[in-house]
């Protein structure tokens, strides 16, 4: 496993608070953990139940969680201050319907060694990264894509990919990167796949053109953009840390020092 240790150590950077791996014969996995709900051990990850039944590696912040702990699992839970702990009961009681109901910007892995099947998700505007890597000896997830090809001691450059960004500038490109070995889940989809089975099915839980948008005045437009506006800010200030706001001067953080000052 050093092989496998020095190559997640290449994301140290991303979770300087606190760090913690799992494994066994066939698995390895690694957190770097950035402290900001729930400071205390109870929320490190990876997340696993007393049986190690499950477990979840997730990235990002569920917005309502607290709603959710109430209506979707009776507030039982040990742990309620944090994200984490919510959205790893969700998996399990709910699976990919889970998605339905979470609000957030997020990327996550859950393994469910009892039913022998994981899921991998990504929010719905792709906020959150999420590079896999599939072959018939691995199966590799990370939030970047160094430890991959670091693992695989590969660097093959996705020529397609390469002309699309020299040429168009284009920085998106569906499923695929800038390497041929490495591939991107892209927002709003999930993936799942079987233990005993070596293809992944990929769907997509969420379409912004399938919303049914009423037709308003341009008043009542900027009404209820304000009000959204206001929610969208509520929900990002959760923290059990100070907050911060980098002020660079362009619409948007403008717009945020107005809001919050």
Known sequence: YKHLESSANLIRHRGPDQEKNYFNQNFYSKFFRLKILDLSNEAMQPM?????????LFNGEIYNFKELNHSKLNNKIKNKKSDTATLFNLLIKYGDKTLDIIDGMFSFVFF????????????????????????????????????????????????????DFFLKGSLDHNDETFFKEVNSLKPAHFGTLKFNEKKI????????????????????????????????????LI?????????????????????IS
Not at 133 to 144: G, P, Q
């Open 48 to 56: 696993m139940d007393l049986n190690k039944n499950y477990l979840l």
């Open 112 to 163: 469910d060694f009892k039913k022998k099947n994981l899921i991998f998700a990504r929010d719905r505007f792709g906020i959150k990264p999420l590079y896999f890597h599939l072959s018939d000896n691995h199966l590799i997830f990370c939030s970047e894509i160094k430890p991959i090809l670091s693992f695989l001691g590969s660097k093959n450059l996705n020529e397609n990919t390469m002309l």
């Open 201 to 236: 099915k990929i769907k997509k839980y969420w379409d912004l053109l399938k919303n049914n948008f009423e037709k308003k005045s341009e008043k009542k437009a900027l009404e209820n953009l304000d009000i959204l506006f206001d929610q969208s800010i509520e929900k990002h």
């Open 239 to 259: 923290s059990d840390r100070k907050i911060g706001l980098f002020l660079s001067g362009g619409t948007d953080s403008t717009a945020l020092t107005h809001k």
